[in-house]
């Protein structure tokens, strides 16, 4: 937590406003957290009690609301979901900013993800450019609240970057070294160990209404990056698995239909020229100066 606190002082362009949800914490979260808000104006600390395990997807849109809830999101042009495990580059916001302001189709984006390794190098978490990052969504407030926020369910961070397509705005990260950052604890690891993060994110592709034929290809991918073949099988698992017992998926069908073929030029076409291919497309949807 310290590290993301001491990156996030030390940007270029620091936040006007950063809210830190203290999650009911029973560490030494709320005396380091006062300590930085007596040296720094701009943070300020909403505490949620009586939370008495981790929980991720629900909980974790939870808790960034319960901090969202008390801003005034009409003072500002740029909103940011942070997660308290990161080490940011200085510029890190000044950038996004900047090719924001150069494309104004951009609705959300970010960096790249990197987490340490066991021999100390820095490996990728593999996140496609037409996604930007769960721990990191930078948002301008106009699409934010056109595409009606976060759902509070897991896959949360992909189906944001889907309706934001569908409203005809873009989604994007880069792979820039100015703009790499290190997540200080791997994606789909979970404290519970890697095969119930890598379950739980079969699940919710299965919840976003990813198709089958698309999961498995996107498992088969999986299995060859780390941690190999378990996180790749875990996923596709947790999707079948899901299916089978018939679970709810996400209520909205026209957004499932929109995702099914979208995934599918994907497959036959690539994602980055299918990704692309809808941009264009989706270009007389973009409503630039409403907020909703």
Known sequence: MRRTLDS???????????????????DQT?????EYMGKYDFIRVVRREGRDQRSVGPGVIDAFYAGLDTVDLEQFDYLCKL???????????????????QDPRIGTCSGKAYFPGANGQLISEAIGDEMSVGMTKFYRVACFGQIGGFVREVMWDGIDCHRCRMRGWIAFSWDDPEIRFTHLRAM????????????????????MGTGLVYMTVS????MTRPPLFVGGVGMWWGYVKSMLTRKP??????????????????????????TQRLNAKQETCWKPGVRE
Do not use: N
């Not at 510029?91 to 924001?100: G, K, N, S, T």
């Not at 890697?194 to 379950?199: E, K, L, N």
């Open 8 to 26: 996030v002082v030390a940007q270029t362009v620091r936040p006007s406003l950063w809210v830190i949800v203290d999650d009911g914490s029973t």
């Open 30 to 34: 709320p005396g380091i957290i006062a």
């Open 83 to 101: 997660d308290l495990d990161l080490d940011l580059p200085a510029c890190y916001f000044e950038r996004l900013i900047e090719r924001m302001e």
């Open 188 to 207: 789909g690891s979970s404290h519970k160990g890697v095969w119930t993060g890598r379950t739980r994110h079969g699940f919710g592709q299965y919840f």
């Open 219 to 222: 498992a088969f991918y999986r």
């Open 249 to 274: 998926r996400y209520e909205d069908l026209e957004f499932r239909q929109f995702l099914r073929r979208y995934q599918w030029d994907c497959l036959l076409h690539g994602k980055a020229a299918a």
